[in-house]
Structure formats: structure tokens, C-alpha cells
């Protein structure tokens, strides 16, 4: 199936090539420190990472310095210089089996590919995250894409979604350009212009979940896969630490993993980015400096982003503008499909993905329905799932605001890479 090209004639696409997160120029420590957390926690679904920092920066502040007295200049909060603008970044997982990489990717073929995309709208005023996740089997228009040095790729017709990545990467010799001819397709595709891009790979994403000690999840049958490493769990409650918790997202076919497909390993994803959310969150990482002095420096490994991104002016300010974000602050979702009738072990998306793009695109949140009766006359009303209240500044409203707060819950079980749900939803039972 060929979607149609979305290209933004208006959209100025970013000149500058990427660059790896270890190697950012022209910003302090203190404010690589702060990009890094926003950029990389944020981008899994972690926006904790941010309140992190700002936790932990307060911890240390008020117990060295509260000696020099009252008298003393007055405290001038970070402005954020993007409020009001919405942001949008494609995130990717690396399937390199290099380095590091090269123990934990298990069975399967070898090359550098991307077994997740997810792209993460910040909403302008700073009160949801949306995290949408697109099929790596999607059937897709891949355009020609060209490298930093200059190569250029051949335009691929009817494919799967991520040969993208692998296109870019075969063409550069490099994830980035593996990363920049993913974000070209996903904004032709999408008519949404992307504002930078993360790569995460392997290594990244274990240590970040060993650094928070491990995130919980349920599983309802037992699991287990000879791909994945041979993963086995039997069913109920797990933590699972940094290798397994991979394996856990990463499998895809074998015993109690459903059809499959990479639908249900989409589902278990979403579900292992909430659980890490939900983690970092919690006051036992806030609170304790060393687990979030290990989780900032895990995510500020064994990434790379777009120059761009990583250097946006007043990232301290960004931070401290989604300081109230919290797990049902952040959505998750996957682009509406229904399986290829022509390339069966594919999916094509629906009309409503049209839909979904376009709320996107103008900010809105992800339910929002032109033809619903109230729409028209309030175009930013949210609804309990996909868009909380905004952040306030009302004293009356900071209990349940904090970082690593209680945040409220439902009790419907929602079907993960199914239905859209926030991180303080059910999507399973255990027990």
C-alpha cells in the first residue's frame, strides 16, 4: 500500500548532521547533564528522569548552601524558550549486534535494523507525553534517503517500515543515517515534521533498567522463547532486571507470546516503558541519589541524537516545565492498522491513523474527534486518557502534582498495543 506524501512545504528540515550524546559542544556540564536526562528519559517513556534531576539538584542546593543565610539574591526559575511550541522526536531501538550490543541481541538475523519506533509528542503546554508506537511491519513507501557523506539510497516501494533504518544504515555505515531515512519516511508518511531523533540501543536500555533495580511486570501465561535467549518466566508477577527486561520486549515468537507478530511484542513494549516510568517516578528512585545518579549516567550512554536536539537552547527550563509530569500524563498508543491483505505478515494502517496524524500535527490530544458534537467548541478538551490537565502552579493542586506522587489509576484493564493507556492504567492482572 503507498500512503500519500504528506511532505510539509513549509517545514524547514534540520541542516546540521547527528551527534553522539557523549560529544555535545558549547553547553556546561550542569545543562548537558539536564538535555541528556530530558532527551534520553523522556524519549523511553521516562520523563521521571527529568523530575530527577530537578529532585536531585534541590537535595544538594538546600544542603550545602542553606549556611550563607537569608540574604541572599532571589531564585530565578528556568523559563522554558519552547513553552507553547509542541515537540516531536522519533525514537528508535537499536537491533546493532555491535559492541556491547552484540551479547544481548540473541537469536535472529544479524545487521543493524530497528525493532522499535515510537514517536513522542511533548504537548505545547507541557502536560502530555504521547507515545506512539508504529509497526516495524507497517507496509510503507520508503523514500530515497541521502547520508552524511552524501550517498543517497534507492526509493523502496511497498516494504516493511523499518527497512528504512537498515536502508540508511547500509548506505552511511552508520545508525545515525540509519535514524535520519527513518525520520524522512515517518514525516512523509505522517505529514508531521520531527523535530529531532533518539537512538537507544541495547547496552542503553539495560543499564538504564538495572540503574532504577528493575521494573514489574505481569505476565499471564508462561513465556518462553529460544530467540529471545532463550527466555523463560512463569506466570505472574516479575521484576526484571536490565537483560531480561529486554528479552521480555524484544521477543516476539514462542511459547505464550500469542501469534507471534510484531503486534503483541508492541504491547509488551509499551508495557515495559510504562513500568520504567512508573519507576523513575517513584520516590524509591527520587529519593534515592544513588539510584539516580546511576539512572543519569545510564541514559547518557550508548546513545545518539540529532545536534540539534541535543544543543535546543534552555533545556534547564524545558526540564523544569514538565516537572509535574507523571505516569498518566504519558500515553501510549499504536498507529491504527489491520493486516496487509496482500503482504499477509504485514499491516497497513487505517483511516483513522490519517486522523491521529493530523491531532498530532495541530496538538491535539490523540482521542480528539472533529465530528464529536463538542469539538468545535472546545478543540483542546481532553479526555481522562490521553490528555490530563495541565500542569499548575496552584499551591492547592501540588499533592498531587509532585514528582513520585500517587498518580490516580482505572480500574478497566486496557489492552496494551491495542487501545490507547496512560502509565497509571491496568492493562493486566496478576495474582
Not at 189 to 214: H, K, N, R, Y
Not at 350 to 360: G, R, S, Y
Request: charged fraction near 20%; proline fraction near 6%.
Amino acid at each position: 500500500m503507498t500512503f500519500p506524501d504528506f511532505s510539509a512545504a513549509d517545514a524547514t528540515s534540520p541542516d546540521s548532521g547527528p551527534s553522539h550524546a557523549r560529544t555535545l559542544n558549547g553547553m556546561s556540564g550542569a545543562a548537558r547533564t539536564v538535555a541528556l536526562v530530558l532527551v534520553a528519559a523522556v524519549s523511553l517513556a521516562t520523563a521521571g528522569g527529568v523530575a530527577a534531576v530537578t529532585q536531585l539538584t534541590g537535595n544538594i542546593e538546600t544542603a550545602q548552601m542553606t549556611v550563607l543565610g537569608p540574604d541572599r539574591p532571589k531564585v530565578v526559575l528556568p523559563k522554558d524558550p519552547n513553552a507553547g511550541t509542541p515537540l516531536n522526536i522519533v525514537i528508535m531501538g537499536s537491533d546493532s549486534r555491535d559492541g556491547d550490543n552484540g551479547g544481548l541481541a540473541g537469536g535472529g538475523e544479524m545487521g543493524a535494523r530497528s525493532d522499535t519506533t515510537v514517536v513522542m509528542h511533548i504537548s505545547g503546554d507541557r502536560s502530555r507525553i504521547e507515545m506512539i508506537s508504529i509497526p516495524r511491519d507497517s507496509t510503507v513507501d520508503v523514500p530515497s534517503c541521502t547520508t552524511e557523506d552524501g550517498a543517497t539510497t534507492a526509493e523502496l516501494y511497498s516494504t516493511k517500515f523499518n527497512a528504512a533504518f537498515s536502508q540508511g544504515v547500509l548506505a552511511g555505515g552508520n545508525v545515525a543515517d540509519g535514524a535520519l531515512c527513518t525520520v524522512k519516511t515517518v514525516e512523509k508518511l505522517t505529514g508531521v515534521f520531527m523535530d529531532g531523533f533518539i537512538v537507544v540501543d541495547f547496552a542503553g536500555f539495560s543499564s538504564m533498567v538495572d540503574a532504577v533495580g528493575g521494573v514489574e511486570v505481569c505476565v499471564e501465561e508462561p513465556i518462553y522463547s529460544e530467540d529471545a535467549n532463550h527466555l523463560s518466566l512463569d506466570a505472574g508477577a516479575h521484576t526484571l532486571k536490565g537483560v531480561k527486561a529486554l528479552d521480555y520486549a524484544r521477543a516476539r515468537k514462542g511459547d505464550g507470546l500469542g501469534d507471534g507478530s510484531d503486534l503483541g511484542r508492541i504491547g509488551r513494549q509499551q508495557e515495559v516503558m510504562a513500568s520504567l516510568a512508573r519507576k523513575v517516578l517513584s520516590q524509591e528512585v527520587l529519593t534515592n541519589p544513588a539510584k539516580s545518579l546511576n539512572f543519569l549516567k545510564a541514559v547518557t550512554q550508548s546513545l545518539t541524537m540529532n545536534e540539534e536536539l541535543a544543543s535546543i537552547d534552555g533545556l534547564a527550563g524545558l526540564a523544569y516545565s514538565m516537572r509535574n509530569v507523571r505516569p498518566d500524563t504519558i500515553t501510549f498508543m499504536t498507529v491504527p492498522n489491520v493486516y496487509d491483505p496482500v503482504q499477509t505478515a504485514n499491516v497497513i494502517w487505517t483511516d483513522e491513523a490519517v486522523q491521529l496524524w493530523d491531532n498530532v500535527k495541530h496538538d491535539r490530544p490523540l482521542d480528539f474527534d472533529p465530528d464529536a458534537p463538542s469539538a468545535e467548541a472546545s478543540p483542546s478538551a481532553s479526555s481522562d486518557d490521553a490528555s490530563p490537565s495541565a500542569p499548575s502552579d496552584d499551591k492547592s493542586a501540588e499533592g498531587t502534582s509532585e514528582p513520585g506522587s500517587p498518580s490516580p489509576s482505572s480500574t478497566e484493564i486496557k489492552q496494551a498495543g491495542e487501545e490507547a493507556f496512560t502509565g497509571a492504567d491496568t492493562t493486566k492482572v496478576c495474582g
